[in-house]
């Protein structure tokens, strides 16, 4: 990422100062807050605070402040989030690319994922441009 994309993720002053502001808030007052909010937005504390669980000491507390964020870069914006098999796809197809580059043969990855050679050299094809596009900047 270039420098001025990863300025678009530095905390403003007003978040920071919203993030302190919720920290310092008592439990009951939070729950009051929270409870308020939009049902995606519940939602979203719910599942954070279930992943959290056993990771992170208050869990709750963590999703509160991760939707919090995520809704201070990405509120107000339809985004694209893909679904479970779309985004199982494109891991596998991560997953392929860098088997190939630690060295697994095309075979073996086609009997692995149960592949056809040509739907894997094609992946391996399309993982090679796009992580030649994430590496080198495009000058034209």
Do not use: C, W
Not at 26 to 53: D, G, T, W
Request: charged share 25%; glycine share 4%; aromatic share 6%.
């Amino acid at each position: 990422m270039s420098e001025q994309q990863l300025d678009a993720f530095a905390q403003s002053e007003d978040l920071q100062q919203l993030l302190t502001e919720l920290d310092s808030l008592k439990p009951e007052a939070r729950k009051e807050i929270f409870n308020r909010l939009p049902a995606m937005l519940q939602s979203l504390v719910a599942l954070f605070e279930s992943e959290l669980k056993g990771a992170v000491k208050n869990p709750e507390q963590h999703a509160q402040r991760l939707v919090v964020e995520l809704a201070n870069y990405f509120g107000g914006i339809q985004t694209y989030i893909p679904r479970n098999d779309r985004l199982k796809t494109m891991l596998r197809n991560i997953a392929i690319y860098n088997a190939h580059n630690r060295g697994a043969g095309i075979r073996a990855l086609t009997e692995e994922h149960r592949l056809t050679e040509v739907q894997v050299y094609t992946i391996i094809k399309e993982q090679t441009l796009a992580e030649r596009a994430r590496r080198q900047i495009n000058l034209f």
